[in-house]
Nanobody, 121 residues
Framework: QVHVVESGGGLVQAGGSLRLSCVAS????????MAWYRQAPGKQRDLVAS???????NYGDSVKGRFTISRDNAESSVYLQMNNLKPEDTAVYYC???????????????WGQGTQVTVSS
C-alpha cells in the first residue's frame, strides 16, 4: 500500500519562505509525474507545479519566478521551495504522485492529506 505524506507547512509573513516536502512510502516500481496542488477555502484545487520523471517542469502562472519544484527519485520525494510568499498563497497544499505499485500493472494517482500554508500580510 502506498502512502503520501506532506510536511513543512506553517504560518509565515508576507515576503517569507517555506519549503514543503513530500515522500511516498510503500513499494512503487515506477514513479512518473510528481506535483503540488493547492486549494483555498471555497475555491477549486489548482496545480501549483509539476515535475515529470524526465525533469520537465511546469508552474502555475501565479507562482512562476517565486516557487521551485524539485524531486529525489531515489527517495520518491518531491519538494516545493516557496519564496516571496503572498497572502494569496494561503491554502492547503497537496502532494500528488503518479506511479505504479509493485504488485500492479497499471499506474495510479496518490494524494497526501495536505499541509496548511498561511501567509499573513
Amino acid at each position: 500500500q502506498v502512502h503520501v505524506v506532506e510536511s513543512g507547512g506553517g504560518l509565515v509573513q508576507a515576503g517569507g519562505s517555506l519549503r514543503l516536502s513530500c515522500v511516498a512510502s510503500g513499494s512503487l516500481s515506477l514513479v512518473n509525474t510528481m506535483a503540488w496542488y493547492r486549494q483555498a477555502p471555497g475555491k477549486q484545487r489548482d496545480l501549483v507545479a509539476s515535475i515529470s520523471s524526465h525533469g520537465i517542469i511546469n508552474y502555475g502562472d501565479s507562482v512562476k519566478g517565486r516557487f521551485t519544484i524539485s524531486r529525489d527519485n531515489a527517495e520518491s520525494s518531491v519538494y516545493l521551495q516557496m519564496n516571496n510568499l503572498k497572502p494569496e498563497d494561503t491554502a492547503v497544499y497537496y502532494c500528488n504522485i503518479n506511479g505504479r505499485p509493485s504488485d500492479r500493472w497499471s499506474d495510479a494517482d496518490y494524494w497526501g492529506q495536505g499541509t496548511q500554508v498561511t501567509v499573513s500580510s
